[in-house]
């Protein structure tokens, strides 16, 4: 994988693509293919405790074995849609949208919710599939394709801490603890300093990608700009795709953070036999392809995938059937 100057590679998509005003998925997935597949993101449950939670000092007196007990009852667990809807007594559908699903009063908050069985769901993650998931949806994908060691892929360019800017401040930071009174003097002093910018001249700060790509042109389509990489969908067929891909995180990673990777926002090939669509403010991807890689990605147990008309509306308020 490897950084594509030139953004018209990915010319051809956006004229596939509708205005963003229109309704349909269409306006980040494109025309012109067969079938369609709704592929849903991930969300996570957990067991709320059966009493309160315990003070500081009940926590101190509790035995080892029962703290043991209540930390894996809080620990979160991967969660379905369909585990979802059946907890709430909601339909799950190709169309169906996770504040209908968890049954979101107006003004609610859907992302935790709690169902009458007592559990708590979280919703799924926008705009990204995990790093597995994204294994075994490219599993599929690559026999699917003609050419699945060439293709593109695009991120984003809002993702955070993705590229580089000049400013006043970094796009992210790391908080540390320290008892050193010099250092905390320069955290309260930091405090003030927005205070002071307009009178500052802007600086570099670094991105997770190099000043080089983060100052060049990107790829457009109607209302997003991505960085294009070359990619072939081979490489992400297993889930270490994330210790390859030229975004790795590795300033995370030195503040102690497990080794991480966006999930690629447009996936194609060469040949262009599909592409896959993380929009960033969709819980789930699109894949769109022929009639029978969209029935495998259906019929792998492993995924919550259905199959999309073409046309089809995924706007947050358009699941009907759970009104």
């Known amino acids: 994988m490897h950084w594509l100057p030139d953004p018209s590679a990915g010319a051809w998509l956006r004229e596939r693509l509708d205005?963003?005003?229109?309704?349909?998925?269409?306006?980040?997935?494109p025309h012109g293919y067969?079938?369609?597949?709704?592929?849903?993101?991930p969300a996570s449950v957990r067991s709320l405790p059966d009493r309160p939670v315990p003070t500081d000092e009940e926590w101190e007196r509790m035995p080892e074995a029962e703290r043991r007990q209540l930390i894996d009852r809080?620990?979160?667990?991967p969660a379905t849609w369909a585990e979802t809807a059946e907890a709430f007594g909601t339909v799950l559908h190709p169309l169906?949208?996770?504040?209908?699903?968890v049954r979101t009063p107006i003004d609610g908050d859907w992302r935790s919710r709690i169902a009458p069985?007592?559990?708590?769901?979280?919703?799924?993650?926008?705009?990204?599939?995990?790093?597995?998931?994204?294994?075994?949806?490219?599993?599929?994908?690559?026999?699917?394709?003609?050419?699945?060691?060439?293709?593109?892929?695009?991120l984003w360019e809002g993702f955070g801490g993705l590229l580089g800017h000049y400013g006043h401040a970094p796009?992210?930071?790391?908080?540390?603890?320290?008892?050193?009174?010099?250092?905390?003097?320069?955290?309260?002093?930091?405090?003030?300093?927005?205070?002071n910018n307009v009178f500052r001249k802007p600086t570099w700060h670094d991105g997770i990608l190099s000043k080089e790509i983060s100052?060049?042109?990107?790829?457009?389509?109607?209302?997003?700009?991505?960085?294009?990489?070359?990619?072939?969908v081979e490489e992400f067929t297993d889930s270490d795709w994330i210790l390859r891909a030229p975004w790795r995180d590795?300033?995370?990673?030195?503040?102690?953070?497990?080794?991480?990777?966006?999930?690629?926002?447009?996936?194609?090939?060469?040949?262009?036999?599909?592409?896959?669509?993380?929009?960033?403010?969709?819980?789930?991807?699109?894949?769109?392809?022929?009639?029978?890689?969209?029935?495998?990605?259906?019929?792998?147990?492993?995924?919550?995938?259905?199959?999309?008309?073409?046309?089809?509306?995924?706007?947050?308020?358009?699941?009907?059937?759970?009104?």
């Open 250 to 323: 590795f300033s995370g990673e030195q503040h102690g953070f497990p080794p991480s990777a966006q999930s690629p926002s447009i996936l194609w090939p060469e040949d262009r036999a599909w592409v896959l669509v993380s929009e960033i403010d969709f819980d789930s991807t699109v894949v769109a392809g022929s009639a029978e890689l969209v029935a495998a990605l259906c019929a792998d147990p492993a995924l919550e995938a259905f199959p999309l008309p073409e046309g089809a509306d995924l706007h947050w308020d358009a699941d009907d059937v759970n009104r």
């Open 96 to 101: 169906a949208q996770w504040q209908r699903i």
């Open 34 to 41: 067969p079938a369609y597949a709704r592929i849903l993101h």
């Open 117 to 154: 069985d007592g559990r708590e769901f979280t919703a799924p993650m926008e705009g990204e599939l995990p790093a597995d998931v994204v294994a075994r949806v490219a599993a599929h994908l690559r026999s699917a394709t003609t050419t699945p060691e060439a293709g593109v892929a695009a």
């Open 215 to 232: 100052e060049a042109p990107r790829f457009e389509t109607r209302d997003r700009a991505y960085v294009l990489f070359s990619a072939g």
């Open 19 to 29: 205005d963003p005003w229109n309704s349909s998925m269409h306006s980040v997935v």
């Open 171 to 195: 796009s992210r930071a790391f908080l540390t603890l320290s008892d050193d009174p010099t250092h905390q003097a320069l955290l309260d002093r930091s405090m003030h300093d927005p205070f």
């Open 74 to 77: 809080l620990v979160d667990s």
